[in-house]
C-alpha cells in the first residue's frame, strides 16, 4: 500500500486505523505500460535459468555421490497434480530419467486424478499410483473430520498407501524428488535438500526447488509452457484433497458450485459430528481456532465435535470416557506389551512398567469407563509420563487406522499386517519407534479431550 511516499504492509486495526509497517521509504513509480504474464517470463528469463540450473546440479551431484547400499534405487518423482510438483517436474523433464508416483487420496478432485493420467500419458512419464481406497471414510469413524491442527488424513491416506507401493514395488527404498517448499508454512520452513522421510526411512527425499517462492513457481511453469490443472483456472488453490480442512471457505463454496454432490456428502458427514453453526461459520477446520477466527464469527464459537473421547484424572485415577471396547484382550494385551510385561486376569489388566504396576480396567458395559491406575508406593512423587503413555496405547488399540505405517517402522518385523496390525510379543523389543509413526500417539491430544472431573 502507499501511503504519501511510503509504500509498505498495512495492518488493519479496526476503527483505531490502520498500522503501516515500513519496507521501502522510495516513491514507486510506475510505467504506465500494461505487462503480460510473457512479459513476465521474458524479464524474469536469466532468474529462472539459474534457478534451474541450480536445482539440476543439486540433484545430479546427489545421485553421483550416492553411498553404495543406495545406488540402484529408484528416481521417482512425488507428483500431486499441484503447481509446485510440476514444477519440480519439469525441472527434470528431458534432463534426468524419472518415474513418477501420484497418491489417490480417495477424496481427490476428479479432476486432478484425471490431469495427472493424462499429463503423465503425453509426456511418456511412467506413472505408478499409490491408491488409499476408502481409508479416509473408514477412518473418520475412529477418528473425526481432520481439522488444519488435526490432520490424521495425511498418514492415513497418503503414507499410508505411499508405504505399501514402496514395499511392494521397491523393497531397498527409493529417492524421492519432491515439490515442497520453505516459504509454504512454518513447518516446511526449514526442510534441507535432502532429508530422510522420518516415517518412511525408505525415502530419500529431495527438495530442488525448496527456496522457490510461489511466483518463481507460475513464472518457471509458463516459462516451459507446461500444461497445469485446470483447477487453477477456477479459483482453487488448493487442488488435491476436495474436502482438505486447509481449504479456504470460498473454495468449499467452489466445491458446491462443481461437484454438489460431493458437497453434500460432506456436509452430511459433518453433521455427524458438529452442529449446524459450527459447519457453517467453517470452525470445524480446526480443533483449537485461532483468536482471529473467534472474532471474524463475531462471538465464542466452540470447535468441538460432539460426543468426543474424554479423558479425566480424578484421585490418581485416570477415567477414559466414550472410547467403548472393540478389541480383543489379545490385541489389547499386544498393545500393553510394548510397554512392559502385561496379563490379562480377572477382567482387567496388570502391567509391569518401569518397576511400577499398573491396573487397567475395561469398561464391562457400555455406561463404564476405561479406568487405569498405578498401584503406588506410599509417599511416591506422581509422574504422569507412564500414564500417558498407556492411555495412547489404549487408545492406539481400540482405534487402530490399520493404516500399517507402524509395520513399516518397526526394526524387528515384529509388526504384521493381516487387515489389522498384529504384534508378536516374541519379537518385539520395546524400542517403541512405532509409537513415533503411528498416527494415534501423534494426535492423542486431538482425539481425547481433557475435562476436570465431574463437581
Ligand atoms: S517398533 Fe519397537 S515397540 Fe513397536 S512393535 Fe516393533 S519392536 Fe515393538
Ligand atoms: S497402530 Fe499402526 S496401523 Fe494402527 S493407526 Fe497406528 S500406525 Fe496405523
Redesign the pocket.
Known amino acids: 500500500m502507499l501511503h504519501g511516499n511510503k509504500t509498505g504492509s498495512g495492518i488493519y486495526l479496526g476503527k483505531r486505523g490502520v498500522k503501516i509497517r515500513d519496507i521501502l521509504s522510495e516513491e514507486i513509480r510506475w510505467s504506465g505500460k500494461t505487462a503480460t504474464l510473457k512479459d513476465a517470463v521474458r524479464a524474469n528469463r536469466n532468474a529462472l535459468k539459474r534457478l534451474e540450473k541450480k536445482g539440476r546440479k543439486e540433484v545430479e551431484n546427489f545421485l553421483d555421490n550416492l553411498q553404495a547400499d543406495d545406488r540402484g534405487k529408484p528416481l521417482l518423482l512425488s507428483f500431486s497434480g499441484g503447481k509446485d510438483s510440476l514444477a519440480a517436474m519439469m525441472l527434470l523433464y528431458g534432463y534426468l530419467p524419472f518415474e513418477a508416483v501420484y497418491i489417490d487420496t480417495g477424496i481427490e478432485f476428479p479432476e486432478t486424478v484425471k490431469y495427472v493420467q493424462k499429463l503423465c500419458r503425453e509426456m511418456h512419464v511412467k506413472l505408478h499410483i499409490a491408491n488409499a481406497g476408502d481409508s479416509f471414510f473408514d477412518a473418520i469413524k475412529n477418528f473425526g473430520p481432520p481439522a488444519k491442527d488435526y490432520r490424521w488424513c495425511c ?2 491416506c497418503k503414507l ?1 498407501p505411499v508405504t505399501e507401493l514402496i514395499e511392494d514395488k521397491w523393497k531397498n527404498g527409493v529417492i524421492s524428488i519432491e515439490g515442497r517448499r520453505q516459504s509454504e508454512s512454518f513447518s516446511r520452513s526449514g526442510i534441507e535438500f535432502a532429508q530422510i522421510n522420518p516415517f518412511l526411512r525408505k525415502q530419500i527425499q529431495l527438495n530442488p526447488i525448496r527456496e522457490w517462492g510461489g511466483l518463481e513457481v507460475w513464472l518457471y511453469i509458463l516459462w516451459k509452457d507446461a500444461p497445469y490443472n485446470s483447477l487453477y483456472d477456477n479459483d482453487m488453490e488448493r487442488v488435491g484433497c476436495w474436502l482438505c480442512p486447509s481449504s479456504l471457505q470460498s473454495e468449499f463454496k467452489k466445491l458446491e458450485e462443481m461437484h454438489p454432490e460431493l458437497h453434500k456428502r460432506w456436509t452430511s458427514i459433518l453433521e455427524d459430528w458438529f452442529e449446524r453453526k459450527q459447519i457453517e461459520s467453517g470452525l470445524w477446520r480446526w480443533r483449537e481456532p485461532p483468536p482471529k477466527m473467534h472474532a471474524a464469527i463475531g462471538e465464542k464459537g466452540t470447535s468441538e465435535p460432539k460426543n468426543p473421547i474424554e479423558l479425566i484424572k480424578e484421585e490418581g485415577i485416570y477415567f477414559l470416557r466414550d472410547l467403548g471396547r472393540k478389541k480383543s484382550e489379545r490385541e489389547m494385551l499386544a498393545s500393553l506389551n510394548m510397554l512392559g510385561h502385561a496379563d490379562y486376569n480377572d477382567e482387567h489388566y496388570e502391567l509391569d512398567m518401569n518397576g511400577e504396576k499398573w491396573i487397567i480396567k475395561p469398561p464391562l458395559d457400555s455406561e463404564e469407563n476405561w479406568r487405569i491406575y498405578p498401584r503406588h508406593k506410599d509417599g511416591e512423587e506422581e509422574d504422569d509420563t507412564d500414564g500417558k503413555l498407556i492411555l495412547k496405547q489404549i487408545v ?1 488399540g481400540e ?9 513399516a517402522s518397526c526394526p524387528t518385523g515384529a ?1 504384521r ?1 493381516d487387515g ?2 498384529s504384534v508378536n510379543t516374541e519379537s518385539c523389543i520395546r524400542c517403541r519407534q ?1 509409537f513415533d ?5 501423534h494426535y492423542f491430544n486431538r482425539m481425547v479431550l481433557l475435562r476436570e472431573p465431574d463437581g
Do not use: D, M, Q, Y
Not at 482405534?399 to 509395520?407: E, K, L, S
Not at 509413526?437 to 500417539?441: A, E
Open positions: 498418514k492415513v499410508a492406539r482405534r487402530c487406522a490399520n493404516c500399517g505405517v507402524c509395520a509388526i499386517l489389522i496390525p512405532c509413526s503411528c498416527v494415534i500417539h
